[in-house]
């Protein structure tokens, strides 16, 4: 997982005039409205368009406003940097994301794979339908679609490269299903998303559930249809004894989203002590049942994991001060009444903020832009009665979104590497996918139930 806005291979050139119009679109207009803001927003399109990290542009920028206005002293932005890490919640962090790596360093993810192909292998199309069945049960374990993306994909495309499939059918479909990742729980952005909004981590996860199978089924009738129309085959004759032997080898890793999801819901666990849970599950089952991660192995799984997780917090740190200073000068506020004086109608509204996080998720990594978009979108989305917890499923869907779209689109980066495919490539295969996504994140944003109904049986 990265936060840079510089991605291998380079910035598409269609990044810079994006960012030059945007950022002088709103620039013009915090100007025009009399705000100090303008400035803010100026350097860090500025920091970006000059290829600057996305945190380091951010906490650059509010480091220069606060210099420049001075509306207060220089140490509170380190003040608030650091209130923005101190937090509980975001312990899980490091935790879900050891959790995955250490599955995916333990080889779990190919005992998981058998087990999916033996499943539903036998359908047409068979291993598009095993790649988002894998990817279903993996989310239950890792909540990033990049750990996804770069664990599974490695697998999953060299698998249906062998069995005749096209490159870009095997890739696309693989960053599809990457994004159910951090729907279905556990979920790294919704740990962040409720850590902004103070909202309830354990009600985000459960309301992910029935979201992230929807998001499942969508995209298997689409491969269904695709391997209809082009001929795909049926990989594999559906048996029981061959489903018994791989679900027996893979029994003990499938218990891994039952300890998670389980405890949280029974209340045994808070997220955070799940994830930590889930670690130590993880390293019982890859140091001790099947003996496949070695000290050096683990020790160069430590070290990821702590390259991945500071960069993270540092994205969430240095986004804290910029959201700080947005609501300090009550941009929020500003943008609230922008929208409610236009209309009031919820479904208008949720529309628009659903088109603002979509551009936002092409241009910007998901922690940060969840970091800021909450203090900016989610006044709004409660003025007009949406649920926070409904809210932040909408959230992270808009910005999985992101990451399939370029410049950013962080897992088609990796896909591109993996698979020694053109990011060009990648995108043009990952397409089509998009279509079964946007319906099904239509669905959820205008039918509640879809994933308040789990929250509100369990918690409410």
Same mark, same amino acid.
């Given at each position: 997982?990265?936060? +840079?806005?510089?991605?291998?291979?380079?910035?598409?050139?269609?990044?810079?005039?994006?960012?030059?119009?945007?950022?002088?679109?709103?620039?013009?207009?915090?100007?025009?409205?009399?705000?100090?803001?303008?400035?803010?927003?100026?350097?860090?399109?500025?920091?970006?368009?000059?290829?600057?990290?996305?945190?380091?542009?951010?906490?650059?920028?509010?480091?220069?406003?606060?210099?420049?206005?001075?509306?207060?002293?220089?140490?509170?932005?380190?003040?608030?940097? =650091?209130?923005?890490?101190? +937090?509980?919640?975001?312990?899980?962090?490091?935790?879900?994301?050891?959790?995955?790596?250490?599955?995916?360093?333990?080889?779990?993810?190919?005992?998981?794979?058998?087990?999916?192909?033996?499943?539903?292998?036998?359908?047409?199309?068979?291993?598009?339908?095993?790649?988002?069945?894998?990817?279903?049960?993996?989310?239950?374990?890792?909540?990033?679609?990049?750990?996804?993306?770069?664990?599974?994909?490695?697998?999953?495309?060299?698998?249906?490269?062998?069995?005749?499939?096209?490159?870009?059918?095997?890739?696309?479909?693989?960053?599809? +299903? +990457?994004?159910?990742?951090?729907?279905?729980?556990?979920?790294?952005?919704?740990?962040?998303?409720?850590?902004?909004?103070?909202?309830?981590?354990?009600?985000?996860?459960?309301?992910?559930?029935?979201?992230?199978?929807?998001?499942?089924?969508?995209?298997?009738?689409?491969?269904?249809?695709?391997?209809?129309?082009?001929?795909?085959?049926?990989?594999?004759?559906?048996?029981?004894?061959?489903?018994?032997?791989?679900?027996?080898?893979?029994? *003990?890793?499938?218990?891994?989203?039952?300890?998670?999801?389980?405890?949280?819901?029974?209340?045994?666990?808070?997220?955070?002590?799940?994830?930590? $849970? $889930?670690?130590?599950?993880?390293?019982?089952?890859?140091?001790?049942?099947?003996?496949? *991660?070695?000290?050096?192995?683990?020790?160069?799984?430590?070290?990821?994991?702590?390259?991945?997780?500071?960069?993270?917090?540092?994205?969430? $740190?240095?986004?804290?001060?910029?959201?700080? =200073?947005?609501?300090?000068?009550?941009?929020?506020?500003?943008?609230?009444?922008?929208?409610?004086?236009?209309?009031?109608?919820?479904?208008?509204?949720?529309?628009?903020?659903?088109?603002?996080? *979509?551009?936002?998720?092409?241009?910007?990594?998901?922690?940060?832009?969840?970091?800021?978009?909450?203090?900016?979108?989610?006044?709004?989305?409660?003025?007009?009665?949406?649920?926070?917890?409904?809210?932040?499923?909408?959230?992270?869907?808009?910005?999985?979104?992101?990451?399939?779209?370029?410049?950013?689109?962080?897992?088609?980066?990796?896909?591109?590497?993996?698979?020694?495919?053109?990011?060009?490539?990648?995108?043009?295969?990952?397409?089509?996918?998009?279509?079964?996504?946007?319906?099904?994140?239509?669905?959820?944003?205008?039918?509640?139930?879809?994933?308040?109904?789990?929250?509100?049986?369990?918690?409410?």
């Amino acid at each position: 997982m990265t936060v +840079s806005p510089m991605a291998p291979g380079g910035r598409p050139k269609i990044v810079a005039p994006v960012i030059i119009v945007a950022g002088t679109l709103l620039s013009a207009w915090l100007a025009w409205t009399e705000q100090d803001l303008g400035f803010l927003f100026a350097a860090l399109f500025t920091m970006l368009l000059a290829g600057i990290p996305v945190a380091v542009s951010l906490g650059g920028a509010s480091l220069l406003f606060v210099y420049v206005t001075g509306q207060v002293p220089d140490f509170v932005v380190a003040h608030r940097m =650091i209130n923005g890490v101190d +937090s509980f919640p975001l312990l899980a962090i490091p935790f879900f994301i050891l959790a995955g790596t250490l599955m995916n360093g333990a080889g779990i993810t190919y005992r998981l794979f058998n087990f999916a192909n033996a499943l539903m292998g036998w359908m047409r199309g068979g291993l598009g339908h095993v790649n988002i069945g894998a990817s279903i049960i993996f989310s239950g374990m890792s909540g990033a679609a990049v750990a996804d993306a770069g664990g599974l994909g490695t697998i999953e495309i060299k698998a249906m490269r062998e069995r005749g499939y096209d490159s870009d059918f095997a890739i696309g479909i693989t960053a599809a +299903s +990457s994004t159910i990742g951090p729907i279905i729980p556990p979920s790294l952005p919704m740990v962040i998303y409720g850590v902004m909004a103070s909202a309830s981590i354990g009600q985000l996860f459960v309301a992910g559930l029935i979201p992230g199978l929807l998001m499942a089924a969508t995209l298997m009738i689409m491969v269904a249809w695709i391997a209809r129309r082009r001929g795909y085959p049926r990989d594999t004759q559906f048996s029981l004894r061959r489903l018994w032997s791989t679900f027996t080898r893979a029994f *003990l890793s499938l218990l891994t989203p039952l300890i998670i999801i389980g405890g949280i819901i029974s209340g045994a666990f808070t997220p955070t002590e799940a994830a930590i $849970a $889930a670690v130590v599950y993880a390293l019982f089952l890859g140091a001790v049942v099947y003996r496949t *991660l070695p000290p050096r192995r683990l020790l160069r799984i430590s070290m990821e994991t702590i390259e991945t997780t500071a960069i993270i917090l540092l994205v969430v $740190a240095a986004a804290s001060i910029f959201a700080w =200073i947005l609501i300090s000068n009550q941009f929020t506020d500003q943008f609230a009444g922008l929208l409610t004086a236009y209309t009031d109608n919820q479904a208008i509204i949720l529309l628009i903020m659903t088109l603002i996080m *979509l551009v936002v998720g092409c241009f910007m990594e998901t922690v940060a832009a969840i970091t800021i978009l909450v203090p900016v979108l989610l006044p709004v989305a409660v003025q007009v009665g949406v649920d926070p917890v409904h809210f932040g499923v909408i959230m992270v869907l808009n910005l999985m979104i992101g990451l399939l779209t370029p410049p950013v689109g962080m897992v088609l980066y990796v896909l591109s590497r993996v698979s020694g495919v053109s990011f060009e490539r990648c995108m043009r295969g990952t397409i089509p996918f998009l279509i079964p996504l946007v319906i099904s994140l239509l669905l959820i944003t205008f039918i509640p139930e879809i994933s308040m109904w789990l929250p509100s049986l369990i918690y409410r």
